[in-house]
């Protein structure tokens, strides 16, 4: 199983990004989808997730700015970021959860919020 993020790089502050993560390989269901961050000398923070039901939970500090969304039939998802802030510069890794405690996790892409 592969997850390939794309969609990162720089933006002022208050702009937007749209980061993608594909997924390919043989899975056979997936139970949740989504996204964390993480900067150097931190733990990596869960951002936004998805179920397979539908319902999504968001951290507090994005909530009202970023929106988690998928493609079921291409196994894809999404994060629009709009509103960005400095602070929310990070590495961005998209992951997935299946059945049996199963993770996979994208490489990452790099999210600069220049003020």
């Known amino acids: 199983v592969q997850l390939v993020e794309s969609g990162g790089g720089l933006v002022q502050a208050g702009g937007s990004l749209r980061l993608s993560c594909d997924v390919s390989g043989r899975i056979l269901r997936i139970i949740e989808m989504g996204w964390s961050r993480q900067v150097p000398g931190k733990e990596r923070e869960r951002v936004a997730h998805?179920?397979?039901?539908?319902?999504?939970d968001y951290a507090d500090s994005v909530k009202g700015r970023f929106t988690i969304s998928r493609d079921n039939p291409n196994r894809t998802f999404f994060l629009q970021m709009n509103s960005l802030k400095p602070e929310d510069t990070a590495v961005y890794y998209c992951?997935?959860?299946?059945?049996?405690?199963?993770?996979?996790w994208g490489q990452g892409t790099l999210v600069t919020v220049s003020s």
């Open positions: 992951n997935i959860y299946a059945p049996g405690a199963r993770s996979y």
């Open positions: 998805i179920k397979s039901g539908g319902s999504a």
